[in-house]
């Protein structure tokens, strides 16, 4: 049976992914923090599903679950970087330790995962690396500028990895979503009211939807997908007229009087 593994796999769209690659005949390794979420998950989808509990924004711990997964299970077939987070705020209003932490997922997570399994399969000369990412990475929206950033490095490990594997049978894919119903907006309080209007030209996408196209992806890999119709034309949209699309963004987002004035530190 093929390996994949899936991070972020406790909830929303991570969950999905697993319980979808399950049903196409994977042996699953769910990868997060949240050990009780994780053995849930683990459960609903069968002997087939493995909890690994790390935090994949640490490289040590990653290095370790590495271990015994090659160990236990052998090398992935396809990776799924679905861990991320990060509450949306300007720039004045995020701490550089809150920044740190933007970082650690998707960023830091995709990164330390791949780096992890990369000679493994280069070695094997196949595998497939499904990173999950957001629009901001390709058309920012007001007030969200960590969140933005974290989203862009993880679009530009995406494009450094398509030049470095060319011709070695891994493939690097980025999977990029609209709105979700999905529990991220809960577990990152304001962020749904500063969402573009723009946005809601776009239908919501159920958790389940999402993990069954990274399903599809993980059988026949495309660099870039983007779901559903409507982000794919401002994606086309933005390659033709980047500015309007920009401006579109700008004047449907979020107001900076809206926003509460920043904590002062006192610097005495």
Not at 191 to 219: F, H, M, N, Q, Y
Not at 246 to 263: H, L
């Amino acid at each position: 049976m093929r390996l994949a593994l899936v991070t972020g796999a406790s909830s929303g769209v991570g969950a999905s992914a697993a319980m979808r690659l399950a049903n196409r005949g994977y042996r699953v390794v769910l990868v997060a923090r949240r050990e009780a979420e994780l053995r849930n998950e683990a459960k609903r989808i069968g002997a087939n599903a493995f909890v690994e509990v790390c935090d994949a924004s640490s490289g040590q711990q990653v290095l370790a679950m590495s271990e015994r997964v090659l160990r236990e299970h052998g090398v992935p077939d396809v990776i799924v970087n679905s861990a991320g987070a990060g509450v949306w705020k300007y720039i004045e209003h995020t701490s550089p330790e809150e920044a740190m932490v933007l970082m650690q997922a998707p960023y830091f997570a995709a990164f330390n995962v791949t780096h992890a399994f990369m000679a493994r399969m280069l070695a094997r000369r196949s595998g497939v690396l499904i990173h999950v990412n957001s629009p901001a990475a390709f058309f920012p929206w007001p007030s969200a500028v960590g969140y933005t950033a974290a989203r862009w490095a993880l679009r530009g490990l995406h494009e450094g990895l398509c030049q470095d594997l060319a011709g070695t049978g891994v493939r690097s894919c980025q999977v990029v979503f609209g709105k979700i119903d999905s529990p991220y907006f809960d577990h990152n309080p304001g962020t749904r009211s500063k969402l573009p209007k723009s946005a809601r030209l776009a239908r919501t996408l159920s958790t389940d939807e999402c993990g069954d196209l990274i399903a599809r992806v993980a059988e026949k890999p495309r660099r870039d997908v983007f779901h559903p119709f409507m982000l794919r034309l401002f994606v086309w949209n933005n390659r033709i007229a980047p500015a309007t699309v920009r401006w579109i963004v700008r004047i449907t987002g979020a107001r900076r009087e809206s926003e509460p004035s920043p904590t002062r530190i006192d610097a005495r």
